[in-house]
């Protein structure tokens, strides 16, 4: 298991050039309402900054994140990469841990490649339990950040 991305979502993908650094168009959650703009973190982990997409019809549901509720960026969630997710799901259940049932997912990056992954939703719990749990293509393009601060929770511990 190990670091997949961290995601931060935005009112408005205006907002995202205030970050200094350069971002990567990802593309479109069809459906979803969102757009994506991405940073390579190294060793295959990436920063997600999420919002709004302007060109996509309102979606039938709320936008994830609580993205339609922002009235400022934000931290909401960081995701692990692990090789079978049915098993960590399984593995974590008889922990006592129920992170949510895999959930398959897609984006179309700019130049029309369809991305697919699963992943858990994120569920109300401890902030030292990985909000979302999944494989995931890393950024095409972008920068690599020097170096991400902050204090994320010993991964060694959760079960992957």
Sequence with gaps: MALDHLVYAVPDLALAGDLGIDLSEGGRHIGRGTRNLLADLGDGAYLEVIGPD?????????????????????????????????DVVERAKAQGYDPGPVVPMSRERPDGVLLQWQLTPMLPGPPAVPDRLGQHTP?????????????LPDLRSQPG
């Design 54 to 86: 302007p060109d996509q019809p309102e979606p039938d549901q709320p936008r994830p994140f609580g993205i339609d509720t922002l009235t400022e960026p934000k931290l909401v969630a960081w995701a692990v990469r692990v090789k079978d997710i049915e």
């Design 139 to 151: 950024p095409v393009g972008g920068c690599r950040a020097r170096r991400a601060a902050g204090a």
